[in-house]
Nanobody
Framework: VQLQASGGGLVQAGGSLRLSCAFSGSIFSVGAMGWYRQAPGKERELVAAITSGGSTNYADSVKGRFTISRDNGKNTVYLQMNSLKPEDTAVYYC???????????????WGQGTLVTVSS
């Protein structure tokens, strides 16, 4: 089972992108899911997170521009990014810290990362 991210690319400032992240195989359950990003020379930071019940939280830098959502039936999380800025340029990683592949075992999963480049 893997967590696979997609949707990154090159976009001009002010543009939009939608990232998706899904499990490649079947799982028993998944709790909260989130998106992190890491820009060159900087530490990885939390961008947005969503609980299994749909509660969300965002980094101050993306509030009002990014929207995280999930499809529990597909075990997929999305990140809609609008009004993109050059400072949003980073590798974006999806994360699921509490995944039960079987009922008795819980693991943390990270996606492979997808590059978002915003040109000025």
């Amino acid at each position: 089972v893997q967590l696979q991210a997609s949707g990154g690319g090159l976009v001009q400032a002010g543009g939009s992108l939608r990232l998706s992240c899904a499990f490649s195989g079947s799982i028993f359950s998944v709790g909260a899911m989130g998106w992190y990003r890491q820009a060159p020379g900087k530490e990885r930071e939390l961008v947005a997170a969503i609980t299994s019940g749909g509660s969300t939280n965002y980094a101050d830098s993306v509030k009002g521009r990014f929207t995280i959502s999930r499809d529990n039936g597909k075990n997929t999380v999305y990140l809609q990014m609008n009004s993109l800025k050059p400072e949003d340029t980073a590798v974006y990683y999806c994360n699921a810290p509490a995944v039960r592949v079987t009922p008795n075992y819980e693991y943390e999963f990270w996606g492979q990362g997808t590059l978002v480049t915003v040109s000025s």
